[in-house]
Each structure stands twice: as C-alpha cells, then as structure tokens.
C-alpha cells in the first residue's frame, strides 16, 4: 500500500469512527479526557480516542569561542492518535497508538520495508488471575523510567541524553505483570519481558537470540495519585511523602545493533555481527506537596563490543557500552507554574567508543494551563561535551492532548 493511500486509509476510519459516534456535547469527555467515548450495544466492548500534538521552536549555538553557528528550526516533535478500551470484557484491555508526526515515523529502513513507522504502540492486556496481567504486542519495554513516561507527561521539554543514549524502547513480545502488598502501605510490582530483541515494526532483519527484561518497583508509602510515579511533576500535591524505586535489567542474546535493540545494526562481511548486551537501570521517584525529584542510573555492558569481520578485522562499529547519570528535580511554585533542573551525565568507554564524558545542565519553566494535557514548556540547556563543541540549546514547546 502507498503512503498516499495508508494515509487515506487512516483519515478515513477516523471519519467513520466520528460519525458512527452519536455523541452529544453534553456527554462527550472532559478536556484531555479523549475526543470521544464509545460503548458497544451490548456492553462487551468500549474505545477512547484520543490525539495530541507537540509543537517545538529550538536554537541552538556552539559556545567554544563566544556563540557561533547558530541553528534554529520548528516542527511537529510528536503527533499521536489513541485508542484504548476494553474488548469482550473488563479482563481484556486494548492500547493502539499511531506516530503521525515525521519524526514518529523515522527510522525507516530495508529491515521496515521501506515503510513509515506508524504503529507505535498494539498490545493486549489480559488479567487472567487476580494481579496477574498478561500483555501481548508491540509495546515500550520495562527499562528506565523516563522512557516509560509518556512524552505527554514530561516535566521538561523532552527526556535527557541518558534515554537517548540508553533506552531499550518499544519492542514487540510478550509481558506479565503482577504486584501485591507486602504491608498495608508498602507496595511491589514486578515485571518479566520476552521481546524479539530488533526494536519496534521490524518486518525482516530479525537475527540473534531474543531479549529479557525483567523490573522490580519498591513503593515504601504506598501508591501514587493517578499514576504519579509515570508522570512528571506534583500536580496531584501528594500530600504525603512518596517515594518509588524500580531496578530493571535487560539481556539481549546476540544483539545486532550498536545500543541493544536500538541505533543501527553491525553490518559484515558475512551479514550481521552480533554480542550479547546487557543494561542495567536503577531508578527513583520521590512527591511530596509539590516537589519532585527523579534520578536514574543506566550501564550498559557487551560481551565483545567491537564489531569484527570473519578474518577478525574490524569494521568501524561498535556497540555504545558505557553508563549514564540522570538527576532531575522540580518545584511547582504554584498549582500551574513551575521551575525545574537536570543534570545529566554520559560516559561512555571512550577506549570502545572514542568518545570522552558528556556533561549536560537544564533549567526548565513550565505553565500548565490545564495540567499535562495543555501546557507551554520552556527550558535552556548547557553541554559540555569534551570530545567536540560544546553547545548551547534553548527549546520552547506547546503541547496540547485531547
């Protein structure tokens, strides 16, 4: 199908969907609660549709020798249709999500068929038995906790170079989830993952073993307010202290590609190199009357990370082994403004990879007009790269989620 035509496709049955609502004004959602809801006859099945949409100005400088080579540019970051619901029954719950923006869709590559990448998230979630949830499909996999928060839930215009350099991402496979009480207020929720280990919408290219993800989260006081502990900022004001602490590990058997099963693949002489690559992450969330803090810790390890031809010879790829650092604290100084700060750290083996320690400083302001789901982010950001410029980088972004 042509790109033309699959987009047609997608407007169409957003169309449909539309006029087969039969919504009223006077039932349709709150703001930011979905377009619309539907519910089937008969009760066996309901949808929530959702869109959002971020629009992002940056510019950016070297500061080596005063500010030089300015760049600036706008565009669509992130622009998302959902869908979630149930199916059958309550037990079976449903997640669809489409990357509509250009960025959503790259990585587009002969091991995707040459096709724009819109399906970001397809998975079922069956509750089979008491606290057990089974997912199957394409979804983001239990690593660090700041990819896992959605991009609408940020507290700062996007996540930090601890993600982008480690993140293990969407991929598609098989979860189970389970939590219990080990107290009356001390919570655990664990999670085990078997995905095919090359990313999300690989159709060929598939090579090596599979992935294991397995996570453990420790909630001494309890729960958080509507999901507190996967979004950014205290807008719910707990007002108790909460604190969240997760450790995930990660083991991708014979991995092709330079950051587990993310960045590109290892191409030689006979087709792929493949390593084994194992990441850790450690990580906290921690709420209290407007205050927030998240901190994350990430290494990722391979058992030989130089990529090698069959005679040995090495041909120029490596995987990005290495550890990063990630603290990030904010302060609502009122229910809808807020100043916050990061500072991440990426050190990289610069004997595998060439390249030396990444040091990077944020200051962040953020009004939110209607909580996450309508807001205007701003934030300045200082790298101190070592191994090339240094760069300055100011962001401001809007975001709307309905």
């Known amino acids: 199908m042509k790109l033309y035509q699959l987009r047609n496709v997608v407007i169409l049955g957003c169309i449909c969907v539309f006029l087969n609502a039969n919504a009223q004004e006077s039932n349709a959602p709150k703001f930011g609660k979905g377009l619309f809801n539907l519910i089937g006859q008969d009760s066996t099945w309901t949808m929530k549709v959702g869109l959002r949409f971020q629009t992002l100005a940056t510019s950016k400088w070297d500061v080596n020798n005063g500010l030089s080579n300015p760049e600036s540019s706008m565009l669509i970051r992130r622009s998302r249709l959902k869908f979630d619901g149930f199916a059958f029954s309550p037990k079976l719950k449903y997640k669809v999500e489409l990357g509509l923006s250009n960025r959503d869709q790259s990585g587009a590559s002969k091991y995707t068929s040459n096709a724009p990448r819109y399906i970001l998230d397809a998975v079922l979630k069956w509750n089979f038995s008491g606290n057990f949830v089974l997912w199957f499909g394409q979804t983001k996999l239990p690593g660090n906790r700041e990819r896992v928060i959605s991009s609408a839930n940020l507290q700062q215009v996007d996540r930090s170079l601890l993600n982008s350099r480690f993140t293990i991402d969407r991929d598609i496979g098989v979860q189970l989830r389970h939590h219990f009480n080990l107290t009356d207020t001390f919570l655990v929720k664990e999670i085990f993952s078997i995905a095919q280990g090359e990313g999300r919408n690989i159709t060929t290219g598939n090579v090596g073993g599979h992935q294991y993800t397995t996570r453990v989260e420790l909630f001494p006081f309890g729960d958080f307010k509507s999901k507190g502990d996967y979004k950014g900022s205290d807008l719910k004001f707990e007002p108790s202290p909460k604190l969240s602490l997760g450790v995930a590990y990660d083991f991708n058997n014979n991995a092709s590609k330079t950051r587990s099963n993310q960045g590109s693949y290892m191409l030689n002489d006979t087709g792929f190199y493949s390593t084994n690559i194992s990441t850790l992450f450690v990580d ?119």
């Not at 990289?348 to 200051?363: A, F, M, P, R, V």
């Open 284 to 402: 906290a969330m921690y709420k209290h009357q407007g205050f927030s803090l998240m901190a994350e810790y990430a290494n990722r390890t391979a058992d030989d990370a130089f990529a090698k031809n069959s005679d040995g010879s090495l041909t120029g790829d490596e995987v990005q082994v290495g550890n990063g650092l990630n603290i990030q604290t904010g302060y609502l100084l009122s229910k809808t403004v807020e100043l916050s700060g990061r500072y991440t750290n990426i050190s990289l083996d610069k004997e595998i990879t060439g390249k030396g320690s990444e040091n990077q400083y944020t200051l962040g302001l953020s009004k939110y007009i209607a909580g996450h789901s309508l807001k205007v982010q701003t934030d300045l950001s200082y790298t101190d790269i070592g191994f090339k410029t240094n760069q300055l980088l100011y962001r401001v972004q809007i975001d709307i989620h309905f």
